[in-house]
Structure formats: C-alpha cells, structure tokens
C-alpha cells in the first residue's frame, strides 16, 4: 500500500500553499471537469499522467495553529485535524457515500480521527472502486503545508 506524502518546510513567501494548491488541483478527483481549463495550456495539460484527477486529497493547513500553554497547543492542533477531516468528508460524499463526519471524528483525539478516516473508510473507498475503477484507497495524496514556519509553535523550554 503506498501513500503520497509531501512535506514542505521552506521560509515565508516560497509559494509553499501555491504549489500544494496546484497538485491538489492536478490530482482531485472533484476538479475533473475543471482540468482543461485550469491546465490545458501547459505541457502537463497536453501530455497528462494516468494519475491525473484520480486521487482524494485531505489537506492540511497548520498555520491557523495558536501556540500557548501544551494544553492549548495541543487543543489548537486537535481541532485543526477535525477541521480538516470534517472538509475532507464533505468534500468527496460523492465518492464516500453519505458519511457522517462525527461517526468518525472523535472530539480531542486526532490521532485517532485521523486513522478513522484513513483506515475506516476503506470499506467505503472499496465500495466506491466497484462503481469507478479510476481511484482506490492506496491512491489517496495527503498534502501536509506549513504555511510558515515562522507561525508553527515553538516548544517552551521546561
């Protein structure tokens, strides 16, 4: 089973959200019908790869991320994985089916939402597959941005 991971840790202004944004837009399923006119001029456009507009991509955005006290970090992350979790299910109900964001988001826990989601849909993404043979859970890009890595929280020295 493999993943994409794409991890980007650059200063400021290095069009980190940009280029996420443009490998969101290549790879989403949802932007199917916008292909042509977002990339057709491009050499990528006229010369597409077989994974074009093939996968489900969950986003993340962890510059919203307030640093304070452990407690109020670590709440400020939990509730930016939820957030990102509940777009992502809303986002792709019409490959999923009709989920339901808190049967899988469990309030404080992300690391556990994360794998509910990730894991406990695969039943859904295997149903899904015998529709529309284009996407399968092994093919799903999970973009991982730092806005700014001057906006991450810093650990307090104990």
């Known amino acids: 089973m493999h993943s994409f991971r794409y991890i980007f840790l650059r200063p400021r202004r290095w069009g980190k959200s940009t280029f996420l944004n443009m490998l969101a837009a290549y790879y989403d399923v949802n932007t199917k019908d916008s292909f042509e006119s977002i990339f057709g001029g491009l050499y990528i456009g006229k010369a597409p790869t077989k994974s074009r507009n093939s996968h489900l ?4 955005d962890f510059s919203s991320i307030k640093a304070g006290s452990r407690e109020e970090t670590n709440q400020s992350v939990f509730s930016n994985i939820s957030r990102s979790l509940r777009r992502f299910l809303f986002k792709y109900q019409n490959v999923l089916g009709d989920v339901s964001p808190d049967d899988y988001i469990i309030p404080g ?10 894991v406990s849909l695969e039943l859904a993404f295997t149903t899904a597959l015998k529709r529309d043979h284009r996407i399968s859970f092994t093919n799903v890009a999970i973009p991982l941005s730092l806005a700014s890595t001057s906006t991450m929280p810093r650990p307090t020295p104990v």
Do not use: T, W
Request: cysteine-free; aromatic content about 8%; proline content about 0%.
């Open 57 to 60: 991509v969950l986003l993340f």
């Open 109 to 118: 826990d992300g690391a556990s939402s994360l794998e509910n989601v990730l």
